[in-house]
T-cell receptor, first 112, second 109 residues
Framework: DAGVTQSPTHLIKTRGQQVTLRCSPK?????VSWYQQALGQGPQFIFQ???????QRGNFPDRFSGHQFPNYSSELNVNALLLGDSALYLC???????????FGPGTRLTVL | GDSVTQMEGPVTLSEEAFLTINCTYT??????LFWYVQYPGEGLQLLLK?????DKGSNKGFEATYRKETTSFHLEKGSVQVSDSAVYFC????????FGTGTRLTIIP
């Protein structure tokens, strides 16, 4: 059984650009959460998707948006990139009702 | 607001030493509590969890007890190994997880 997968593994962008990160949840999981982990810090909750809708949102600006597809996979979009957006972006999936969160390996985003 | 305070690192111990990493939290209600571990270049792995007061989570020799009175969830292991070297995160939540800043643990042979 494949775990949570994320793509790409690494990404380099310049300020002002836009980026899309992708996540495929574990089989049987219907809820996807996204976290940002800055270097040397703990993960910070960005938002959570369930039934193709944003269910909860953390303290992140509107530049951060997401989407969940009918197959439960998800995308994280960040517009107008800032240097401070450089971080490891983690996706976590959970089964109903929702249960425990399983994390993917992350996407390392570097903004130059 | 919701927050987690955990022991700052880095922590360096000799193999077979006793480990304690302190964690306290501020939260509304009685959320589930977790310890996650992150190995270099990898995502987070759930190490153990506790879902209600006085529950003890355990895994791979690690233990932590949900203390409602002191809002704490300290991680302990009786005899650490070199392979335990990693960053450990204390966390809580029922859907949205709130994390501490992490404690880097290095075990010396």
């Amino acid at each position: 059984d494949a775990g949570v997968t994320q793509s790409p593994t690494h990404l380099i962008k310049t300020r002002g650009q836009q980026v899309t990160l992708r996540c495929s949840p574990k089989s049987g999981h219907d809820t996807v959460s996204w976290y940002q982990q800055a270097l040397g810090q703990g993960p910070q909750f960005i938002f959570q998707y369930y039934e193709e809708e944003e269910r909860q949102r953390g303290n992140f600006p509107d530049r951060f948006s997401g989407h969940q597809f009918p197959n439960y996979s998800s995308e994280l979009n960040v517009n107008a990139l800032l240097l401070g957006d450089s971080a490891l972006y983690l996706c976590a999936s959970s089964p109903p009702p929702p249960g425990e969160q399983f994390f993917g390996p992350g996407t390392r985003l570097t903004v130059l | 607001g919701d927050s987690v305070t955990q022991m700052e690192g880095p922590v360096t111990l000799s193999e077979e030493a006793f480990l304690t990493i302190n964690c306290t939290y501020t939260a509304t209600g009685y959320p589930s509590l977790f310890w996650y571990v992150q190995y270099p270049g990898e995502g987070l792995q759930l190490l153990l969890k506790a879902t209600k007061a006085d529950d003890k989570g355990s895994n791979k020799g690690f233990e932590a007890t949900y203390r409602k009175e002191t809002t704490s969830f300290h991680l302990e292991k009786g005899s650490v190994q070199v392979s335990d070297s990693a960053v450990y995160f204390c966390s809580f939540g029922n859907e949205k997880l709130t994390f501490g800043t992490g404690t880097r643990l290095t075990i010396i042979p």
